[in-house]
Every structure is written in C-alpha cells, then in structure tokens.
Nanobody, 123 residues
Framework: QVQLVESGGGLVQAGGSLRLSCAAS????????MGWFRQAPGKEREFVAA????????YYADSVKGRFTISRDNAKNTVALQMNSLKPEDTAVYYC????????????????WGQGTQVTVSS
C-alpha cells in the first residue's frame, strides 16, 4: 500500500501562485509515475500534469501549459506542482496520484490517490 498526502492548497488572487506538494509513504519505490488531477464542483476529474518515474517525460493539460510545472524528488518520494498565473477557472480540489496502471499517464487510471487539497482562485 502507498499513502499520498497533498499539501499547499489555499486561497489566492488571480495572477498569484501556489505550490502543491504530495508526499508518498508506505511501499514506495522510485519507479512509479505520478500525476496531478483536479475536480471542480459539478465537473468530472480532469488531468492536470504528470511525470514519468525517471522524470524524463512530463505532460500537461493544454489549459495549464506554460503556467504549471510538475517536478519530483525520488529521494524524498515527493512530487510538486508549481502553479503560476492562476486563474479563477483553476479553482478545484487537486489530487495527486501514483502508480499509473495502463501506461497512459493522462488518464485517471492510477492505483493510489491522495485525499485532495482545495485551491481557490478569486477574481
């Protein structure tokens, strides 16, 4: 089992920045893909960003490309999401996920999920 705990969410004005962190514990190894997803009220969970286990491949949703940056520290079993130039439409609960199940990091088919952290961007 792997436990994921997100932190760093909060309330920020449009144009501001936040940094989300996700710490993995339990039966972890360095060879697992990680991703960030978000879910706004009344909407389905959507892909935000993902990184392969080696860090060699990163993926972003078009809506966040150029504003968000995913990074990971395998030695510490953490993944971060730096969010800049935030917009009100970025408001959602953000979830980190690990151990992708089907090789398609953009889909929500991950074995483990965190509990989520709220990000609210005011206009």
């Amino acid at each position: 089992q792997v436990q994921l705990v997100e932190s760093g969410g909060g309330l920020v004005q449009a144009g501001g920045s936040l940094r989300l962190s996700c710490a993995a514990s339990g039966r972890t190894s360095s060879r697992y893909d990680m991703g960030w997803f978000r879910q706004a009220p009344g909407k389905e969970r959507e892909f935000v960003a993902a990184m392969s286990w080696s860090g060699g491949n990163t993926y972003y949703a078009d809506s966040v490309k150029g504003r968000f940056t995913i990074s990971r520290d395998n030695a510490k079993n953490t993944v971060a999401l730096q969010m800049n130039s935030l917009k009100p439409e970025d408001t959602a609960v953000y979830y980190c996920a690990s151990h992708n199940l089907d090789g398609r990091l953009l889909t929500p088919k991950y074995a483990y999920w965190g509990q989520g952290t709220q990000v609210t961007v005011s206009s």
